[in-house]
């Protein structure tokens, strides 16, 4: 469709009053598609580009995505399902997983990393913990086959539950029955030059805890925040207290060197009865609040100089995902393409091929996709430990 090669150069958001050029805003934004109701790849392009985001991760490689994205300049990470990971040990058909799902749409659409697996190590399932270093390492030795590992990295995304300790952070560790089987993936991310990926929800400490978890401690609001006695360093966030604890958790295994990235991370607009928080305010001060420090290129407490690499989950509500209310609720849009809540920025008219001015609350008018890929199914709950 024409609209996606739509020009945006003048289009700006708005945050919590503070009005940032699209273009200066590295937002990562999930893209999953577990649901029945989702516009059509196509008109997802303009609002991908609405909030400002230039990184995409999906769960899958849906070619009707990738097809819909080519020369728009965004990078995507693609995944490959916990379901595939058995056969990937054969090297014929990682081969021809790689051709298809990422050479095929080379160069035209910037894909940049594959992720092998969803949270495969705290599901406890031995089959698939035994299956995933080797889909790692097929996936890679074919892209070094065909020349493609300098431009396309391999890695997985793990849940937060794979730490022992995350407070304080400075004590941060993993869990020690994964150790054995982390430190090999470890090894792998260093060699290849890959980032470790983390899937970290401050709202499941909050909903598990809410009597003693201050709300503005993990909505980024103000707030007098915590001190690490161990390291000295002040956390006025939870998120960055997670993320500093992933770092300490890899430097007790030699892996201080290891880049983080947060491949997921969010807050439901809505939830259960006892979903504590799940509501839109929460929802717009929590994703708000993470796109206005991501603007600001402000690392964490322990990595002040390093960016955030920071994946917010998720570009839609999805209705047919399995779980309580909250897994349906994550979406910055509802999927008509106007905005689940009111976080500054509106949707794309894509009947009249023009964006609408942030803030005016304009309609989007999507056409639903045939069908609906699948990829993953559930954010799974880390508590703080």
């Known amino acids: 469709m024409e609209l996606s090669r739509f020009q945006y150069s003048s289009l700006v958001f708005l945050i919590s009053g503070i009005v940032l050029p699209a273009v200066a805003t590295a937002v990562g934004i999930n893209y999953g598609q577990i649901a029945n109701n989702l516009p059509s790849p196509d008109d997802v392009v303009p609002l991908v580009r609405s909030i400002g985001a230039s990184r995409v991760k999906l769960y899958d490689a849906d070619p009707r995505v990738l097809r819909s994205f080519a020369n728009t300049g965004v990078e995507f ?19 021809a997983w790689v051709k298809a799902n990422v050479q095929a749409h080379l160069p035209d659409t910037n894909i940049t990393c594959i992720t092998i697996g969803n949270e495969i190590l705290t599901f406890n399932d031995t089959s698939l913990n035994d299956n995933l270093l080797p889909a ?13 590992d300098k431009q396309v990295s391999v890695t997985t995304a793990h849940s937060l539950a794979i730490l022992e300790t995350s407070y304080p952070p400075s004590a941060g560790a993993f869990r020690r029955d994964l150790v054995d089987c982390i430190t090999p993936i470890l090894n792998f991310n260093a060699k ?40 000295n360093l002040h956390y006025d966030n939870m998120l960055f207290a997670q993320i500093d604890a992933v770092y300490s958790a890899l430097a007790s295994l030699g892996f201080k060197k290891l880049p983080v990235q947060i491949s997921e991370t969010g807050w439901p607009s809505k939830g259960d009865e006892d979903e504590t928080g799940a ?15 991501m603007t600001q290129k402000r690392g964490t407490p322990m990595r002040p100089n390093s960016d955030l690499n920071i994946y917010v989950f998720a570009l839609f509500n999805e209705n047919m995902k399995p779980g309580p209310t909250s897994e349906r609720n994550y979406g910055l849009f509802k999927p008509d393409g106007t905005p689940a809540y009111p976080l500054g920025f509106s949707g794309i008219d894509v009947s009249s091929n023009n964006t609408t001015t942030p803030g005016s609350g304009g309609n ?22």
């Open 136 to 148: 790692m390492q097929s996936i890679h030795a074919v892209l070094v086959n065909l020349g493609l």
């Open 364 to 385: 989007v008018t999507l056409t639903p996709p045939a069908t609906s890929s699948t990829g993953y199914l559930s954010i799974s709950s880390a508590t703080e430990s």
């Open 279 to 293: 509501t839109p305010e929460n929802a717009k001060k929590y994703n708000g609040n993470l796109i206005k420090l």
């Open 77 to 95: 990470i693609v995944g490959l399902g916990n379901e595939y990971l058995s056969k990937m040990k054969d090297p014929e058909k990682a081969l």
């Open 192 to 231: 290849t030059g890959s980032p470790f990926l983390i899937n970290a929800y401050p709202f499941f400490a909050y909903k598990a805890n809410p009597k003693q978890v201050p709300l503005d401690f993990v909505l980024f609001q103000p707030n007098q925040g915590v001190v690490d006695t161990g390291s």
